[in-house]
């Protein structure tokens, strides 16, 4: 074949190393030989590459694309350094993602311990390194467990905190002797407050932060608490304008989508506009149909658009969702009950409304009662209520449950320091940790896999300890905050 004069020179070879190959493949790289046309579902392309290589078939260099979709099967193949190379990159820089998947748990130990020993590896933290290796050694438990001492050869100490290697790592570790005496001196060190450690490189961080949004006055709500995972520390954003109070806001891609609220002039606003993180830059959006505060909104994904949702507020039932295809809000079904003051999250793409400020028999009351939305049937129905009437609280989905913490009880007058969450598979409300003080106006959020209860009318922010069952203190805010939203930002957003 005019393609290659492999073929011509080495007919004994060519079915020997066909044979090692799925039909589509040889089908592929054959047509290719006789047409110069290639035809091959994306998910083959490392293995035609790989085979065009052997056979010294050159295909066009704009066809060998890497993805997320192949990069680890190219990093096991042989072959093109140009492929190998971006194929590492991209797996470096989608580590968080790709370490999760199988591709990545078959993966050889040689390709593991390149990706591993990386200092252009892109991490949270140096936690998500030690976890990837847990889970590469527990998916093949018989064969990985000799790999161990190796592959935490690779995994930072120095810059673990005392606490996860104690609870983690030595549980994890304990029948590795030669692991054990490492992570016995990493402890050492730490706990010798005259120990000065050698300076160990950090990973590049693709991670995050944590930014609460809103307050319940100008001064509070014209900026952004932002938490720095890294530095553990709260800072302040310089003042975003926004000149409102008692507003809703939702992430959008790398937006803070700011929603109606409530002005200085004591009035109810319609007026809609984003914060893009990228940029800094603070820009306009359609209004709202209908003027509101005191109300909740939530993102969800509607074919190839991106929903927000204004639920209630200002005692409405009413509730409105702005497209991100046409940008425009339209009314949809309303609540079942009216309600302000309350709070929404979202779970399996249902929309869950829990408690809230509302009049029943002629009477204010605060609501133990849970509505769920449908987006296929365009539709509220009530859910099994909860155990505690309460306004004024937050919600928040942590793995698979609705968490409902802190809030007031009209009736009797009360803050409350009660939590629970709400399980949508069994419909059923359980009793939590309470919280280490009664608390209203706060912001429950999720962060690095765990469950903050931030603010209210203070600047006290409690982490929630899953091995003790119990919330402990962690680094306070930078002022008092309450009317508040927890949303997750990429790490080098500009507010």
């Given at each position: 074949?005019a393609c ?9 070879l ?56 192949n ?12 492929l ?5 990159d991209?797996t ?26 990386s ?16 889970l ?5 438990d ?6 161990l ?28 002797a ?40 100008l001064?509070?709500a014209?900026?952004?608490d ?61 209004p ?62 249902k929309?869950?409304?829990?408690g809230?400020?509302?009049?029943e ?8 009662k ?24 937050s ?22 320091d009660?939590v ?16 280490p ?59």
């Open positions: 074949m290659s004069e492999f073929f011509g020179t080495n007919e004994g060519v079915e020997g190393i066909m044979s090692q190959f799925d039909y589509e493949v040889i089908d592929a790289i054959l047509k290719y030989c006789y047409t110069g046309e290639i035809n091959i579902d994306e998910k083959h392309v490392e293995k035609l590459m790989d085979l065009a290589n052997r056979l010294e078939v050159k295909i066009p260099k704009q066809f060998k694309t890497v993805d997320l979709s990069c680890l099967e190219v990093l096991k193949s042989t072959g093109d350094s140009e190998l190379k971006k194929a590492m991209l470096l820089e989608n580590f968080e993602t790709l370490h999760k998947t199988q591709g990545f748990l078959n993966l050889p130990l040689f390709n593991l311990m390149e990706i591993l020993k200092n252009d590896l892109f991490v949270h933290s140096e936690e998500s390194v030690f976890k990837a290796v847990k590469w050694v527990n998916h093949d018989a064969n990985h467990k000799s790999n001492a190796q592959l935490m050869k690779s995994v930072r100490l120095s810059l673990l905190s005392l606490e996860f290697i104690v609870y983690e790592v030595m549980t994890f570790c304990n029948l590795c030669e692991c054990m005496t490492t992570i016995r001196q990493e402890i050492i060190n730490k706990n010798d407050k005259s120990f000065v450690p050698r300076e160990t490189p950090r990973r590049k961080i693709k991670g995050y932060k944590m930014a609460l949004v809103g307050g319940n006055d001064e509070m014209n900026t952004i932002i938490f720095d995972g890294l530095k553990n520390s709260w800072t302040l954003s310089k003042n975003i304008g926004i000149n409102k109070i008692w507003f809703a806001s939702v992430l959008v891609g790398d937006w803070i989508v700011i929603i109606g609220g409530y002005n200085s002039s004591d009035e109810s606003m319609t007026s809609v506009e984003y914060i893009d993180l990228k940029s800094g830059e603070k820009k306009p959006l359609k709202l149909n209908q003027a509101r505060y005191d109300f909740s909104a939530v993102t969800l994904r509607r074919g190839s658009s991106t929903d927000v949702y204004a639920i209630g507020g200002d005692y409405l039932s009413s509730v409105e969702r702005w497209s991100s295809n046409t940008g425009d809000w339209e009314i949809i079904a309303p609540l079942l009950l009216a309600v302000s003051h309350h709070s929404a999250s979202v779970i399996a793409d929309i869950y409304i829990t809230g400020f509302t009049m028999n002629g009477k204010w009351i605060s609501t133990n849970v509505q769920m939305y449908s987006v296929e049937t365009n539709s509220w129905t009530y859910r099994f209520q909860m155990i505690q009437r309460r306004h004024y609280h919600s928040v989905a942590f793995k698979g449950k609705l968490y409902v913490a802190g809030g007031y009880d009209w009736q009797t007058s009360s803050i409350l009660s629970e969450h709400y399980d949508p598979n069994a419909n059923v409300w359980t009793a939590f940790t309470k919280l003080q009664a608390a209203y106006v706060i912001s429950l959020g999720c962060f690095q896999n765990k469950l903050f209860s931030m603010g209210g009318y203070t600047s006290d922010v409690w982490e929630y300890d899953e091995t003790n069952k119990s919330w402990k203190a962690s680094t306070s805010l930078s002022r008092t905050r309450g009317f508040a939203v927890a949303h997750v930002i990429p790490y080098d957003s500009i507010i």
